[in-house]
């Protein structure tokens, strides 16, 4: 017999009556049907009750996408580096980083979570992993064998070590899309061959059941594999596609064999602006791949909206598509119109790229919505993107205070929001009422605490006019000022800002950050480090001098620590690349300059030479690109907050008597917004608040800034906006590639394009260096050169870092004497 019965579906949430009216019966199984509700509901009846009676309610499944490796407290990083190091055996290290899969999935698991990660772990880098599941091991680590050993993964992370991998040099490393985490770059060739050759994805999901966690493996998709790879000859990476795909097969084969019900593949190439072709691929790929039925493929897109690709990636033959709801809210709605009725979607309303807490009641408005439309068995609720770039654990934190503290969210408090929310769509709000009302009342501190919102700032920002962003005269006027002032010769020489940080300095750095020794000989010793320096760069005859930056731990830290409206956590890490961490400061509040942060190491400085000594700041745009920033305000705002208190250090510099000042702006081209779209609006902003920063000055005071990286051929026109006197950039790894866009653009002021890379042990010399700058010299004028290296000298040794400078010196002065000899002879001549 069969039973209709009518039940109200979701009596638990508030209901638009157009709502009720839409739905049409949905949840037919035999002895139960669950019709829409015409009338208004009871609220007494609720989905428990509903549940309790038998009837199988559609639910929304709480999902993440990928957890930190790191290990709450680094953990990772001390096994892995104890390792390297010859310290502990690799079964230690397998120990350790068991140690850790085994709490993150027994934390997801007891937090609710339904679709736990695996395979999302990695002992240096999840692209290198796909590298050597997939048997994509460039032939100079000489890889024989059916799987890739710990040797052979090290080696093409860091460069062979031993054995027939001596010597061999690493892999190349660039940034993830437009994250701080840098993954080992695919490096493939025209007729590449891919075998499986890796069991670790297998392996983690049999070690999670063994523990009782059904797990979602992760993996990379073949076509975002390809896509942010690189084709050494040339080639186009996506004719390798074929070829892949059959050991994708066979993976998804072998993964269903063992269970696996949802594979994740991520696609995050998705995001990027594709063309025809690429797009198409995407297709061919998945249209391939679904072809068996288990396991079911979730495609994962992540750091902001797919733009022209959503249709694409709506359209995949594939189970489950996921979205960034968080960086890419915008595409929410078309995603609900478009999306085929048996497509599940995965939504990210819970930011996993920042530490702030989700507006839970704003993120549970967009699922009420999405679940109204679609259904609950259509919807995934996720975080934004992997964890892998959230610090573990906000109750690690001892040391800031509970007002801050209640604002935040680590990756452990997201799992959990991830829940509350998913209880909330599944139970009703009630049964989650106490986490809503804690976190409404966090969001209503963080929206009126007096501590982030200074009415100052905000009213200064407000006046900037465009004169502010103006230097008092246009270059050429301040060239020819400065060139009195400052009296420098032809192509002068400088350094980028630090000096090695030996032992010593470190050592001294930790004594006085623990008491050990007290800050007057703390400074005595940091004095003694800069005024050697100092007295060092006169004796090898450096024209503009620097004090070395002894006294800074990190060049956005140092800033941050005297700054107003910033924090510091104790254990907040995120993985950058393989085991190096960093530690973002927060910036929380409106951003103040409470007193001069620089001044008097400058004027000590300047007060040991009579050569021009840089004042060293760091610009508005590198302190909020490697800061966890803001999220209820723009990021253009926040950076011109910065930008006033650089400003006003500028002139504070200035007034010292400091005469050439470096605003180094690192980050400028990784703030590049992931579409081609969105550019010009970034680079406008961006280029303002370095205007801001540097126009305070006189035309007298030179202002510099320096950028280490040399691929900014196509922001080339907004850098020469910036209109700094000087500019010094990397250039020397790419052979002075970056000068090829010199030859269309003229650019204008002074340049200094780096004559050696310091990113290497090894000494250049002064033929090298020459000969660099003899290139230089074809696209630019010789008075427009500076001779500087790649980028500060902190991570170098005095060994390397003297005769390095001394040869760069001496190529200077040889291209002097050249430049004067053929001027001497064409005035003969002429
Ligand atoms: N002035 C800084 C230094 O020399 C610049 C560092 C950087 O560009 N990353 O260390
Ligand atoms: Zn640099």
Redesign the pocket.
């Known amino acids: 017999m069969t039973v209709t019965q009518t039940v109200y579906e979701w009596a638990t949430t508030p209901l638009e009556p157009e709502f009720r009216l839409r739905r049409q019966p949905k949840y037919s199984r035999t002895g139960c049907q669950i019709i829409p509700c015409l009338l208004p509901p009871f609220p007494a009846i609720t989905a428990v009750q509903i549940r309790n009676w038998g009837y199988k309610m559609a639910n929304v499944t709480a999902t993440n996408l990928g957890f930190p490796r790191v290990g709450a407290f680094r953990e990772l990083k001390k096994a892995v580096e104890s390792y390297w190091k010859g310290d502990s055996k690799l079964e230690d290290l397998q120990k350790a980083a068991k140690t850790i899969r085994a709490e993150n999935w027994k934390f997801q698991a007891e937090n609710g979570i339904q679709h736990i990660p695996s395979n999302d772990f990695s002992l240096y880098d999840h692209v290198l992993d796909t590298i050597a599941l997939v048997g994509a091991v460039p032939p100079r680590y000489k890889f024989e064998g059916s799987t890739v050993d710990a040797d052979t993964y090290f080696a093409m992370a860091r460069g062979g070590r031993a054995g027939k991998l001596a010597n061999v040099p690493a892999m190349e490393m660039t940034k993830w899309l437009d994250t701080n985490y840098h993954y080992i770059v695919p490096e493939l060739h025209k007729g590449q061959k891919f075998a499986l050759s890796s069991t670790k994805i297998f392996d983690e999901f049999n070690e999670a059941k063994a523990l009782g966690v059904h797990t979602r493996p992760v993996l990379l998709g073949p076509v975002s594999f390809l896509l942010l790879g690189k084709e050494r000859d040339g080639g186009d990476a996506l004719k390798l596609l074929p070829a892949l795909i059959p050991v994708y097969k066979e993976i998804l084969a072998k993964l269903a064999e063992a269970g696996a019900d949802w594979i994740q593949l991520d696609e995050p190439a998705l995001v990027l602006d594709l063309n025809n072709d690429q797009r198409a691929a995407f297709k061919v790929a998945y249209s391939q791949l679904a072809q068996g039925s288990a396991p079911k493929i979730l495609v994962a897109t992540y750091f902001t909206d797919l733009g022209a690709n959503l249709e694409t990636a709506l359209h995949l033959p594939v189970q489950a598509l996921h979205l960034d709801i968080v960086r890419g809210e915008k595409q929410l709605d078309a995603a609900l119109n478009d999306a085929p009725a048996n497509l599940i979607l995965s939504l990210g309303v819970v930011e996993g790229r920042n530490i702030w807490k989700t507006d839970l009641e704003k993120a549970l408005a967009k699922l009420e919505k999405a679940v109204a439309k679609r259904g609950a068995d259509k919807i995934f609720v996720a975080p934004s993107c992997s964890l892998l770039h959230s610090p573990v654990d906000l109750d690690s934190e001892t040391k800031l205070d509970a007002e801050l503290k209640n604002w935040l969210a680590f990756a452990r408090q997201k799992v959990k929001e991830i829940n509350v929310l998913s209880k909330a769509l599944n139970n009703g709000r009630d049964s989650v009422k106490a986490e809503l009302a804690d976190n409404a009342k966090a969001m209503e501190s963080r929206r009126t605490s007096k501590r982030i919102h200074n009415d100052a700032v905000k009213k200064r920002v407000a006046e900037i006019t465009p004169v502010l962003a103006e230097r008092k005269s246009p270059y050429q006027t301040r060239a020819a000022i400065q060139g009195k002032e400052l009296n420098l010769p032809l192509f002068p020489t400088t ?4 000096f090695p940080q030996t032992e010593d300095v470190r050592q001294a750095r930790a004594a006085n950050k623990a008491g050990h020794m007290n800050d007057a000989d703390y400074k005595k010793f940091l004095e003694g480090k800069t005024a050697e320096s100092i007295k060092w760069q006169e004796e090898i005859d450096v024209d503009v001098l ?1 004090h070395g ?1 002894f006294e800074r731990n990190d ?1 956005v830290e140092y800033f941050g620590e005297q700054l107003s409206g910033f924090a510091f956590s104790q254990f907040g890490w995120v993985q950058s690349y393989g085991s190096r961490c960093v530690k973002p400061p927060i910036i929380f509040g409106d951003v103040s300059r409470p007193k001069p942060m620089t001044v008097e190491w400058a004027k000590f400085s300047q007060s040991q030479t009579k050569r021009p000594m840089k004042g ?1 700041l ?1 610009g508005p745009i590198t302190i909020l690109q490697w800061s966890f920033v803001r999220d209820d305000q723009p990021r253009e705002t926040t950076t011109k907050q910065i930008a006033l208190a650089i400003r006003d250090e500028v002139v504070d510099l200035e007034k010292a008597g400091i005469k050439v000042i ?1 605003i ?1 702006e ?1 980050a400028l081209r990784e703030g590049l917004p992931l579409h081609r779209a969105e550019w010009n609006d970034y680079l406008r902003w961006a280029v303002e608040a370095f205007r801001i920063t540097a126009s305070g000055v006189q035309d007298k005071t030179q202002i510099h800034t ?3 990286y040399s691929e900014f051929n196509d922001i080339i026109q907004a850098v020469g906006a910036m209109d700094a006197d000087v500019i010094s950039i990397e250039t020397s790894r790419s052979q002075m590639e970056l000068l090829d866009a010199f030859v269309g653009y003229k650019y204008p002021n002074e340049i200094g394009p780096g004559v050696y890379d310091i990113h290497s042990p090894i000494v250049p010399t002064q033929e090298q260096m020459t000969a660099l700058l003899q290139k230089a010299l074809k696209v630019l004028d010789a008075k427009q050169i500076w001779v500087n290296p790649d ?4 991570t170098r040794g005095w060994k390397e870092t003297k005769p390095a400078l001394e040869a760069m010196v001496a190529a200077a002065k040889q291209l002097r004497a050249q430049v004067a000899g053929a001027n001497g002879k064409k005035a003969a001549n002429g």
């Not at 350094?495 to 630090?498: F, K, P």
């Not at 980028?791 to 902190?794: H, I, P, Q, R, T």
């Open positions: 350094t980028i800002g630090s620097v930056e060049m060293m760091t470096q180094d690192a320096h950028m280490c980028c500060g000298l902190k």
